[in-house]
C-alpha cells in the first residue's frame, strides 16, 4: 500500500461523501479507491468510514484521522514547494470555474501572460455561471459575483464591478427611450431577466439618485442564467439589461448598446476568488490568484464601496 495514495483517497470520500464522486475527481477506479481505504483501515485497525448503500460517513475515529491527513498533506505540499525550483516555477493541474463572460472577455485572452510566467502549470477552466460545488467537484478556485456567504469558503476581494443599464437601439426604437427608470416596470417595456441557476429568481435592479432609491422588476420577456446569452439578448433589443461596464464598454463604443439613466447609479458589485476553508493553498493556486487578483485591479479596477444598508445582487458576468 502507498500510504500517501491512501490517505489521499480518505480525505477525498470525506470530503465527497461518496467513494464513486472520490474515485472520479481522483482519476482512479472506484475498486482502486475503495481498496486504499480498506488497506489504510487494516494498516491503523481502526475503521475510518461507515458504508451504507446510500450513502458513507465518516467515524468519529476518522474524523480525528481526517483532521490529521489533512495537515501531513498540507505539510508534505510545503515541502515540495519550498524547495528553490518548485517556488520558481510551480506545476501541476489547477481547475478553476469562473462565469462565461468573464472568461471570454478577460481571462482567457490574458492567459497567454500567465502561461508565459508559469508554463508548468496546466489550467482546466471550468465556464459557466452556475453554482460550483467546489469540494464535490474538486474544483481549487472559483471566481464569482456577489457577497460569498457560505461558511466553508475563504473569498479574497478582488475587484468591484461598476453596473449599468443597457438597451439595444432597435428596443428603445420599438419600446420608446425610458427617462426614469421606474418606466422599465410600465407594460409597454420588457427586460432580459438574469436568474440564479440555483433559486431561479430574477434579479432586481436597485438603483439611486441622491436619497431617492428605486427598485425595478421589469417585465422579463427572457430569462437566462448565462452571462453571454443575457448579453446576447440585449444585443438582439429583447430589452432592457443591467450588467457590470465592462460587459458592455465595446458595444457601447460601436453603437450596439445605449446607456440608460446616466444621473442614477447601481451599487457597485464586489468581485472575489473562492476556496475551500479546509483546502491547503498550494504553490501554483497561490501564484493563480494573485496573477488573477492583478489582473482584475487592472481590468476592472475596483471603485466605491455600497453605502451602507444597500442591497446588491449578483449579476452576470461576475
Not at 453554482?131 to 478556485?141: M, T
Not at 447601481?266 to 490568484?289: C, E, G, T, W
Request: proline share 7%; charged share 20%.
Amino acid at each position: 500500500m502507498d500510504r500517501f495514495d491512501a490517505m489521499q483517497a480518505f480525505a477525498r470520500v470525506v470530503e465527497t461523501g461518496s467513494f464513486t464522486k472520490a474515485a472520479d475527481t481522483l482519476h482512479l477506479s472506484k475498486t482502486t479507491v475503495t481498496q486504499l481505504v480498506q488497506q489504510l483501515e487494516a494498516h491503523l485497525r481502526v475503521r475510518l468510514l461507515n458504508r451504507t448503500t446510500r450513502k458513507v460517513k465518516v467515524t468519529p475515529d476518522g474524523a480525528a484521522y481526517y483532521d490529521r491527513v489533512l495537515r501531513l498533506l498540507a505539510d508534505m505540499d510545503d515541502a515540495e514547494t519550498s524547495l528553490s525550483g518548485a517556488l520558481a516555477s510551480p506545476r501541476g493541474r489547477l481547475r478553476v470555474d469562473v462565469p462565461s463572460p468573464f472568461a471570454s472577455m478577460i481571462l482567457v485572452p490574458a492567459l497567454p501572460d500567465f502561461h508565459a510566467k508559469y508554463p508548468d502549470i496546466q489550467l482546466h477552466l471550468g465556464v459557466s455561471d452556475r453554482v460550483v460545488d467546489l469540494i464535490d467537484e474538486n474544483v481549487d478556485c472559483v471566481v464569482r459575483g456577489g457577497e460569498i456567504s457560505k461558511q466553508s469558503l475563504v473569498a479574497r476581494h478582488a475587484a468591484d464591478l461598476p453596473l449599468a443599464v443597457y438597451a439595444a437601439p432597435s428596443y428603445l426604437a420599438r419600446a420608446g427611450h425610458p427617462d426614469h427608470p421606474g418606466e422599465l416596470d410600465l407594460p409597454h417595456h420588457r427586460i432580459v431577466g438574469f436568474a440564479g441557476s440555483r433559486t431561479r429568481r430574477v434579479f432586481p435592479c436597485i438603483m439611486h439618485r441622491g436619497d431617492e432609491s428605486i427598485e425595478v422588476q421589469g417585465r422579463p420577456a427572457l430569462v437566462v442564467d448565462d452571462g453571454n446569452a443575457y448579453l446576447a439578448a440585449g444585443l438582439a433589443g429583447i430589452g432592457a439589461l443591467w450588467m457590470p461596464s465592462y460587459m458592455a464598454q465595446a458595444h457601447v463604443a460601436q453603437g450596439e448598446l445605449i446607456p440608460l439613466f446616466a444621473d442614477w447609479q447601481i451599487d457597485p458589485m464586489p468581485m472575489y476568488v473562492a476556496f475551500p476553508q479546509n483546502r491547503h493553498i498550494s504553490a501554483k493556486l497561490r501564484v493563480f490568484i494573485d496573477w488573477l487578483v492583478e489582473l482584475m485591479a487592472q481590468r476592472t479596477p475596483v471603485v466605491s464601496r455600497p453605502r451602507p444598508g444597500m442591497h446588491h445582487a449578483t449579476f452576470p458576468a461576475v
